[in-house]
């Protein structure tokens, strides 16, 4: 069964840091896109990046400049290092990509 394990997570003060982690499993990595998605409290989930099976990237606007994903296929992981962090990006962070099934998320809380 393909599966998606995010971590990483956490409280940080605006400005700070985090690096959250996708593992994936029981499916071939490599060939897949991947995004991130999040979904604060009382909004839909949206998409906030997403990486190419050859490593090209996009980003919503919000968070460009900001966030960078990246992958690395031989550890079978995706991975979004957010920097710069406000409280308007407070919400559960999922990773997804095509014949994987939702993960359980990672809550990232941006407060002082």
């Known amino acids: 069964q393909a599966q998606l394990v995010e971590s990483g997570g956490g409280l940080v003060q605006p400005g700070g840091s985090l690096r959250l982690s996708c593992a994936a499993s029981g499916r071939i990595f490599s060939i897949n896109d991947m995004a991130w998605y999040r979904q604060a409290p009382g909004k839909q989930r949206e998409a906030v990046a997403s990486i190419s099976y050859d490593g090209r990237t996009n980003y919503v606007d919000s968070v460009k400049g900001r966030f960078t994903i990246s992958r690395d296929n031989a550890k079978n992981t995706v991975y979004l290092q957010m920097n710069s962090l406000k409280p308007e990006d407070t919400a559960v962070y999922y990773c997804?990509?095509?014949?994987?099934?939702w993960g359980q998320g990672t809550q990232v809380t941006v407060s002082s």
């Open positions: 997804k990509g095509p014949g994987f099934q």
